[in-house]
């Protein structure tokens, strides 16, 4: 609740064209790319500096007001919606590209930069950022940090946490501090760094990143894969691994997937066939072309109908855009799409992607999978419908039993999308409850009067496990 008096203490740090307060501002920020969670703001704030955030944090603490920092709400955990009111802070105003450092390869930005503006402007100079998700065209830099988001990039290249070198941070009690630095050495105390990436807007908003860039690659190539069966398509994945290459990318797409992908994007994907991966190498040319002989040999040694090498940068582009859009394509099918990001160790994914059907002929319910095969990360998506509540019912129950296998096989409940509201819930399969506990202290030693993002990673109660028989 923010009394008048707060109010004007608000309006006051950032003027009174950032702050919003009117239904149709909160509204518009009650819900986030997460299906069936709304919940409004009591406020939406725009500051323009790092000392802007620091006060109005300060005003937070001080009366309890909840804190949802946001990007752009790309997030599929619910992680900006905001469950117990307070105020959602966003960050148009700090978006700027602060450096490209040449010498240290490294980019120092603000928080509300978006990820493929940064790509960009660091592929002008010859360098490289990696970490690509599907989102890149709209998520921020400050979602991807917190959310420690991956990408088609991931197998070879690493996630987000691998990039980001130093941190601003304004921590729940209004201070400021700075963790690492262009360094590529630095022992200097706990890494702070690291605790930061990935906690979802729980301990602290992020004012400024540093992040490591590497000279961009001398050359790519792309192919597709074709397959008959479902589980040739992820044994070549583990055999490609085996024998000691590691691509770029390497995307599992099922048929109902590239179904839907190719009435979406129509660039002539082969719809007939069960699977396919996307494979991709770069480097040096020798180096690119030896790999891509051996990966087409080996995905034929386990019985690909058909590889096929992307003959233009063209074509190639269309293949990788084609595999971005999965989740956009699928979410034409019907009014609620449900995606999740079961991981499991690569070794485990044709075992998984079995699993998985199994468990949607169980259920009876539509599950399309596609995913980032070559990291075991696996996003089975599930067209339906909120309002048919048998179906969300069955629907729920499929992706418990998705994630109790997931578990089971050695894997995680999420791979990059996060806790949020959705998997909080789930947590403690992974975690134990000492390993709850172990993040329950963190999390009040850094924000001990809970203001930043509550309700977000720890669940009031746990789901029951699920022993999946088969
Ligand atoms: C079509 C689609 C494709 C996707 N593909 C991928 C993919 O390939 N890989 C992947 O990993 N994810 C993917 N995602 C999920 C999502 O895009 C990522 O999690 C992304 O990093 C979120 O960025 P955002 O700017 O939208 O952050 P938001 O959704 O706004 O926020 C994400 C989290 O970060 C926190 N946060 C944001 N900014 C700050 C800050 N400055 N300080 C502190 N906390 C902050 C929020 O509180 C929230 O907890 C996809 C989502 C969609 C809709």
Redesign the pocket.
Known sequence: MITEQVKRQFIQIVGAENYDDSKAGRLVYSY??TPNFQSLPDAVIAPRNTKEVSEIVKICNEHRIPI??????????A??CPTEGGIV?I?KH?NRILEIDEENLTVTVQ??V??LDLIQAVEAKGLFYP??????K???????????????R?LKYG??RDYVMALE?VLANGDIIRTGGKLAKDVAGYDLTRL?VG?????????EATLKLIPMPETKKTMLALYEDLEAAARSVSAIIANKIIPTTLEFLDQPTLQVVESFVNIGLPTDVKAVLLIEQDGPKEVVERDMKAMARICREQHAISVQVAKTEEEANNLRTAR?????AL?RLKPTTI?E?ATVPRSQIANMVKAINDIAKKYNVNICTFG?AGDGNLHPTCPTDVRDKDELHRVEQAFEDIFAKAIELGGTIT????V?VMKAPYLEWKLGKEGIAAMQAIKRALDPNNI??PG?VFAKSTRKRVVVTR
């Open positions: 986030d790319a949802v920092p946001r990007g752009s709400g790309t997030n599929l955990c992680g900006t802070i960050f700090m928080p509300g978006i990820t970490p690509d998700p599907s989102s890149m709209i998520s921020t830099i400050g979602g991807n940090i917190n959310e420690n988001s991956g990408g088609l991931g996630v987000t941070v930061f906690s979802e807007g729980t301990l602290g908003i992020i004012t971005r859009s999965a989740l956009s979410a995606l990001d980032h791979g990059e999308h996060g949020g930043m993002n977000k």
